[in-house]
């Protein structure tokens, strides 16, 4: 430690020594005592200004703001050194990422790391002041891009790609582990000392991400919460433009109207098969719904049937992309997901970030659209596509394989929406079960959970019980109720997560129903009496099961 940082570390341990006696202060002395504080955290802040912090990694800027500065479009309710920097690993990267550390007085001596969503190119600074006002020293990056705001969904996302395969493969993983070493030498010489534990939360693409750094880089976090993980990447770029084709063969193939019929069919006939009718499907493995039975009749219009359009659509969704001859490239998705499939897999570029994939990134083809894809011809050639030294697949796509991560100590905690429209369920439980088909499912118990949500959308919403982060005085800093609670007691206390509380909100945003949220491949099971809306009702058990009933 140089004589520089070891002033600085007493200076914090100073001004934290004053902290347990603040209530003996008179109202003048506490305010000295805060300024005090607050004028050393922004000196320190301001001295990162300018400083490289290692080869290729600089901070751009470093400002202190105080509580209540608005960041883009997200107000920051704690005062805060905002750092934002730039990396460059490769001569045609620029990976722009932010480092946000709370006051010294208020930092819980942690850090956690945020995911992105969708192609990446922003930073997360409503995620980012969630972490922070939670105490957490937090970054989040662009993954190596900026993505035109201005651009709809789907459309010219990857734009960046062309000509760049070094941006694609910092999208892909570097950016992750480079900022994340960067945020880490920021923590440290703000503070005078490392962060004692490291977590990163991501969902959908920061799902991706979260296995992506449990995998390539298994020492840079002990704790990662990933959610509804776009782990088999290029797989799902191949099966978006497959549930992309019905609705551009026929636009009236997926219509608001037609999945609000088929999604009641559906609940009609599997609602009730968990033994409690609340319009959540528990697990649709148990769903043998046949779009072909609400097929209207010839010559019938309107009512509670499908055209021949409809249920082809609704055929191929549920089924998954494969090959003419049966081979499967990706998985098909849940019953109980209907009610988006028009947000994904219809409209104006159905399909979704699948058509900027092919054109941008992989065949850097600027005319290519879904429909020209043959899945016989163009699969393999796509997936295997080179891309530098590797190909698409190998760069995109995570290998379940957490043998390192576990030996270094690390936990996971993985969820996933079973009524997800965007990225299919059952590839989540692949990835589990590959994972445990290598290393055994009591050695996996023992870093590893999984939690399927019925009733779930893509990472959030629907009919469920998937608010795992209530605030209320209640349930604050448990980590029954708090994802990222848990997975800070499962690292630091040796608390396994044996069971979560989801909540349901009203429209008021007011709790009316609970549920435990079981590790897979347990379910909770009512218990045949109370309230069905009250978690204490339910018991998490083995699937198929009840007491006293035999299997199902």
Not at 54 to 77: C, F, I, L, Q, S
Not at 192 to 218: D, H, I, N
Not at 314 to 320: D, F, S
């Amino acid at each position: 430690m140089t004589a520089k940082s070891h002033s600085r570390f007493l200076t914090f341990a100073s001004v934290l020594g004053l902290l347990p006696a603040l209530g003996m202060m008179s109202a003048s002395q506490q305010a000295i005592a805060a300024d005090t504080a607050a004028h050393n955290d922004a000196a320190s802040c301001a001295s990162l200004a300018g400083k490289t912090i290692a080869p290729g990694t600089k901070v751009v800027t470093a400002e202190y703001n105080a509580a209540g500065a608005t960041v883009e479009k997200t107000k920051v309710a704690v005062p805060f050194c905002r750092i934002v920097g730039v990396a460059a690993p490769t001569s045609d990267s620029h990976i722009g990422f932010e480092v946000w550390l709370p006051a010294a007085a208020t930092w819980n001596g942690k850090y956690q790391q945020e995911g992105s969503g969708g192609s990446a190119g922003t930073i997360g600074t409503e995620a980012m002041e969630v972490a922070l006002s939670a105490g957490y020293a937090t970054l989040a990056t662009d993954n190596g891009h900026v993505t035109d705001p201005q651009a709809p969904n789907g459309t010219n996302e990857q734009l960046w790609a062309v000509g760049h395969p070094e941006k694609m493969v910092d999208f892909a993983w570097r950016a992750l582990h480079v900022s994340n070493v960067a945020a880490k030498s920021i923590v440290e010489k703000f503070y005078g000392r490392k962060a004692s534990e490291s977590y990163f939360v991501g969902c959908s693409t920061g799902g991706r991400q979260a296995l992506m750094e449990a995998t390539r880089f298994p020492a840079d976090f002990d704790g990662i919460v990933a959610g509804a993980p776009a782990w088999h990447w290029t797989n799902q770029m191949v099966n978006a433009t497959w549930n992309s084709e019905a609705a551009l063969a026929d636009p009236s193939a997926i219509t608001p109207e037609s999945v609000a019929i088929l999604n009641k069919a559906v609940l009609g006939q599997c609602d009730k098969l968990d033994g409690v009718e609340d319009g959540v499907i528990s697990d649709p493995r148990r769903c043998d719904f046949d779009p072909k039975t609400i097929e209207c009749k010839a010559g019938a219009t309107g009512g509670e049937c499908l055209t021949p359009a409809q249920v082809n659509a609704a055929q191929r969704i549920y089924g998954g992309a494969h090959k003419s001859d049966g081979t499967r490239i990706f998985q098909g998705y849940a019953a109980g997901s209907e009610l988006n499939w028009p947000r994904i897999w219809a409209g104006k570029q159905p399909g979704g970030s699948s058509w900027d994939f092919w054109r941008y990134s992989v065949l850097q083809d600027k005319s290519f659209v879904n429909t020209q894809f043959d899945f016989d011809k163009d699969t393999d050639k796509v997936l295997h596509a080179k891309l530098l030294n590797s190909t698409f697949s190998d760069t995109y796509n995570v290998k379940p394989d957490l043998s390192a991560f576990e030996k270094r100590g690390g936990k996971l905690i993985m969820f996933h929406g079973w009524a997800d429209q965007q990225i299919s369920p059952y590839a989540s439980v692949d990835f589990y079960n590959q994972v445990v088909a290598k290393i055994g499912k009591e050695k996996a118990d023992t870093f590893y959970r999984m939690f399927l949500l019925p009733g779930i959308y893509h990472c959030s919403g629907g009919p469920g019980v998937g608010n795992i982060g209530d605030s209320s005085p209640a349930v604050q800093h448990d980590p029954k109720h708090d994802l990222v609670e848990a997975i800070d007691a499962w690292v630091t206390k040796k608390q396994a997560p044996d069971v979560l509380i989801g909540s349901h909100l009203n429209d008021a945003k007011k709790v009316d129903r609970t549920r435990p949220l079981c590790p897979y491949p347990q379910e909770a099971r009512y218990m045949g009496k109370g309230d069905t809306n009250d978690a204490a009702s339910f018991m998490c058990m083995a699937p198929g099961k009840l007491p006293g009933n035999g299997p199902m």
